[in-house]
């Protein structure tokens, strides 16, 4: 009797609960999120159109990626379709205004048309104009601290007159310039060139990981080597070329691992074009200028010491019997003992660095009488091996990583020993 009694009980707990829930549901107002701007599926899109006044500029879909159709169907990188998604998201929940104000830039002259199509039916459009949240006077009374909360950009759609906020940044990329939208030449990272060859008397073959000339025992500027790779990836389109441009152009043969590649590199007028493959391009002129600078007598090691005197974290000196070990310990160079040394470490370091070599004889079988061993803080580190001294008061060193005994002129690894040994 008890048990049917809590059974009725429960039911009609439940019963009060599911009414009241019912009740809640039918009286309280549903959140609704704010509806988006243009109301279009993002996979349909297959052309884009930006334009501002007479400049425009037109994406188009082909294949799997995308071209800039008003520039010769040059290939456009791979932000077209992160823009259309972006787009896609844009939502009618801050309004700026009823009708449009000539400074935000929305009016069919001043604001960039965005036309999204597929085929010839028009999926969407839209006027974007200004970025607000950065009005100048603004800013100046909170001491120039942007508000990133109140970002955004003006924009309405060309059939009616509201003129909405939208909570994006992006404005370089709705810019009707068709070099913004160009995919790089040579898609190429410089850390996965293995081998870069150039022709001719200025030419070399040159290997990575330790960069060195293949069959030349002459030192190479790892520095100097890295940053002429690095240009390679950072060749930009400015447009189309003509073949005739590249006659007489450089010729430049880079590994991708053990894949070959090759490009042209022609310089007239202050302008530079590249040819890769059959397509002939015009390209920015300084990493074409930089590439073309990188002959074999640039590339070679002429300094005795690479590492800067802020890169060093310990020194170790051998001469003879005696031995000496210098740490840096909070900005201060200290001995092995811990006591803080005198002498100014790092303008023995910085003296080292500015040491100008030339290369003589080959390095292999040499003994020397002194080293001074240099380290960073990673525990890569270079020795310098004093051989005997060399004629009219040069010195002979050999070094770590080298193949041949470095010439230079008085005897200033010698002074640093000295130094650093306490003389």
């Known amino acids: ?78 932000g ?37 199509r597929a085929g010839d039916a028009v999926l969407g459009e839209l006027l974007v104009g200004q970025v607000t949240g950065i009005e100048p006077e603004d800013v100046r009374e909170v001491g120039y601290a942007l508000d990133t909360d109140q970002l955004g950009l003006f924009v309405r759609l060309p059939s009616e007159d509201r003129v909405y906020v939208v909570t994006d940044f992006v404005t370089r990329e709705l810019e009707p310039d068709p070099r913004r939208w160009f995919a790089p030449p040579v898609p190429v ?14 030419g070399f073959d040159l290997r990575a990981g330790p960069f060195r000339f293949a069959n030349d025992p002459t030192p190479v500027d790892p520095r100097r080597a890295g940053s002429l790779l690095g240009w390679i990836p950072r060749l930009r389109v400015v447009g189309p070329a003509e073949p005739a441009q590249l006659e007489g152009a450089l010729e430049l043969v880079f590994d991708v691992g053990v894949q070959p590649s090759a490009i042209r590199l022609a310089q007239r007028d202050g302008r530079a074009f ?60 200290v001995d092995e003992a811990g006591a803080e040394v005198e002498a100014d470490l790092d303008a023995v370091i910085r003296s080292l660095g500015e040491v100008q070599v030339e290369w003589g004889e080959p390095a292999v079988g040499q003994t020397g009488e002194a080293t001074v061993r240099v380290f960073d803080a990673q525990g890569q580190g270079a020795t310098l091996w004093l051989l005997d001294t060399g004629p009219e008061g040069r010195e002979r060193i050999a070094l770590s990583g080298a193949s041949l005994v470095a010439r230079v002129q008085g005897r200033p690894l010698a002074e640093a020993l000295r130094t650093l040994l306490g003389e």
């Open 274 to 333: 590249l040819q890769v493959g059959e397509r002939c391009l015009e390209v920015e002129p300084l990493p074409a200028s930089r590439l073309f600078e990188g002959t074999r007598s640039s590339l070679i090691r002429r300094r005795l010491l690479l590492q800067e005197p802020r890169d060093v974290t310990r020194l170790e000196v051998v001469q003879g019997s005696r031995r000496a070990a210098f740490g840096r310990v909070r900005g201060a160079w």
């Open 189 to 202: 990272e410089p850390g996965q060139i293995t081998r870069l060859r150039r022709g001719g008397p200025e």
């Open 80 to 116: 077209v379709g992160a823009l259309i998604e972006r787009l896609a998201g844009w939502r009618r929940e801050r309004v700026a205004g009823e009708t449009p104000r000539d400074e935000w830039g929305v009016g069919p002259d001043r604001g960039k048309r965005v036309t999204l």
């Open 1 to 78: 009797m008890i048990a049917s009694r809590r059974v009725v009980g429960w039911g009609t707990a439940v019963a009060v609960l599911a009414t009241l829930r019912l009740v809640l549901a039918l009286t309280q107002p549903r959140f609704e999120p704010p509806a988006p701007l243009l109301d279009f599926d993002p996979s349909r899109v297959d052309r884009v159109r930006i334009a501002r006044g007479e400049q425009a500029v037109e994406l188009v879909r082909k294949g799997e990626g995308w071209v800039v159709a008003s520039a010769g169907d040059l290939p456009a990188h791979a």
